[in-house]
């Protein structure tokens, strides 16, 4: 979605638009309320089939092409990652509630919780996974032994014309700081800004290495022995996926929320068994260590380290929040300046 992961224009007013419908015939539209107050709105192959499963009766998933469908869709939860949740209006959504699962979740998920607000706003999401940016390398055990060099890989000499870099540019920026020099050798690396379908370059052999959410890659670890991740110890950009509640008149409906949020549902994420199914697609909900240490316990240990880094490591990364149009415009700016 480019800097901020902001909507555009004419997006947000799609998503601020209220049929004239709904005014004109209420009763018409009530009837049918409940069937879709009770949906929950995903991404396709952006959320974990094993959880979306166990939604209690009277719920159901709904299976969406892109997260532009996801935030116009009629339905009570929306699962959108945080730059699509923090970009939308805060009119169009609102507290998420389940304040007791929120304070189970570790400390630091909190500022996510609340799209980044001031301490003390109230918690509009509820985070459920999280996942670092991390490097991707096929074939390169040379440079996977130099890890310790962590993003100054990307600008390996060899790496030129072999590297899928993030579609957000921001992200990519965010990797090697904002400096223009080594911006402009990062983008003379590029082969590809598509993380999204980046797996598809690397695996096909057309490109060497990627930058991409570490949840993307994990399912394949176990079956691919080409590819080695680099989780560099300074840190990561992270992403995160979130649960909101579209607010009362938004995407057409009357009351927002019309049917009770499911908490017991959420709850579940505490439960072994789906948790251990969930970390062996990649999705790492944030819990306390003490929750996630014994279920990765049956990992192989590399795998472990990558899903649950160390408390240093997890301290140097960093989320992305909103930026101010005048940051935005910068850092447009200094990009396209660092174009080849």
């Avoid at 699509?84 to 389940?98: D, Y």
């Avoid at 022995?225 to 992403?239: E, K, Y």
């Avoid at 068994?273 to 697609?281: A, D, F, P, R, T």
Wanted: proline share 11%; with cysteine; glycine share 8%.
């Amino acid at each position: 979605m480019g800097f901020g992961e902001a909507l555009s224009r004419r997006q947000l007013l799609r998503l601020g638009l209220i049929s004239g419908a709904a005014v004109a015939a209420p009763g018409l539209l009530a009837g049918c309320q409940r069937d879709r107050d009770q949906v929950l709105a995903v991404v396709e192959g952006q959320f974990p089939q094993a959880w979306s499963q166990q939604l209690p009766a009277g719920w159901q998933p709904r299976w969406l092409g892109d997260p532009e469908a996801v935030a116009r869709s009629k339905a009570a939860l929306w699962s959108l990652s945080d730059g699509w949740a923090s970009a939308l209006p805060s009119q169009q959504i609102q507290p998420i509630g389940v304040m007791a699962e929120l304070q189970r979740l570790a400390p630091w998920a909190g500022p996510v919780s609340r799209l980044f607000a001031p301490e003390g706003s109230p918690a509009l999401a509820f985070p459920w996974a999280f996942s670092p940016w991390v490097l991707v390398l096929r074939n390169r055990p040379d440079l996977a032994e130099r890890r310790a060099e962590g993003w100054q890989l990307l600008l390996d000499p060899s790496l030129k014309g072999q590297l899928v870099l993030p579609s957000s540019p921001r992200v990519a920026m965010a990797l090697l700081g904002d400096g223009l020099e080594p911006l402009m050798a990062l983008r003379r690396q590029a082969l590809a800004y598509d993380e999204r379908h980046g797996l598809n370059l690397l695996l096909s052999g057309k490109a060497q290495a990627l930058v991409t959410p570490l949840q993307r890659v994990i399912p394949l670890l176990r079956r691919d022995q080409r590819l080695q991740v680099v989780l560099p110890a300074s840190g990561a950009a992270l992403t995160w996926q979130l649960l909101v509640r579209p607010a009362p008149g938004v995407a057409g409906l009357l009351s927002g929320s019309g049917a009770p949020l499911p908490a017991a549902w959420i709850q579940k994420l505490w439960d072994r068994s789906l948790l251990e199914s969930l970390l062996l697609k990649g999705w790492v909900p944030p819990l306390p260590r003490a929750v996630l240490e014994p279920v990765l316990r049956g990992f192989p240990k590399p795998v472990a380290q990558l899903l649950l880094p160390s408390d240093g490591v997890l301290e140097r990364c960093w989320s992305l929040p909103p930026l101010a149009p005048e940051a935005r415009l910068a850092l447009q700016t200094l990009w396209d300046a660092a174009a080849p």
